[in-house]
Nanobody, 125 residues
Framework: QVQLVESGGGLVQAGGSLRLSCAAS????????MGWFRQAPGKEREFVAA????????YYADSVKGRFTISRDNAKNTVYLQMNSLKPEDTAVYYC??????????????????WGQGTQVTVSS
């Protein structure tokens, strides 16, 4: 397992940007696929973006495609989510998560075995 700590959330106006970071403990970070999910009040946790363990492939929800970018720095044990052109409907708690590169879907929470505590993102209109 790996321990994950998110940071970078906050309050931003619509059209603004934020960059979320997720720092991982342990020496095996580079072997995990990583994902970002979000959960708004009263809603299910939903997929936002994911990146393969090598960084060679990325995956996005349709709602964020073209606005958000996921990246990782395996030397720093960190995964990032750059969020541009933010909208009020992006308001949620954002979670990073890790999964084995050998199994599990990128798009479902069930595929991920380790989760951070979440960071709040609030976009005002």
């Amino acid at each position: 397992q790996v321990q994950l700590v998110e940071s970078g959330g906050g309050l931003v106006q619509a059209g603004g940007s934020l960059r979320l970071s997720c720092a991982a403990s342990g020496r095996t970070f580079s072997s995990y696929d990583m994902g970002w999910f979000r959960q708004a009040p009263g809603k299910e946790r939903e997929f936002v973006a994911a990146i393969r363990w090598s960084g060679s492939s990325t995956y996005y929800a349709d709602s964020v495609k073209g606005r958000f970018t996921i990246s990782r720095d395996n030397a720093k044990n960190t995964v990032y989510l750059q969020m541009n052109s933010l909208k009020p409907e992006d308001t949620a708690v954002y979670y990073c998560a890790a999964k084995s590169r050998y199994s599990g879907s990128y798009y479902n929470t069930d595929g991920f075995h380790s989760w951070g505590q979440g960071t709040q993102v609030t976009v005002s209109s």
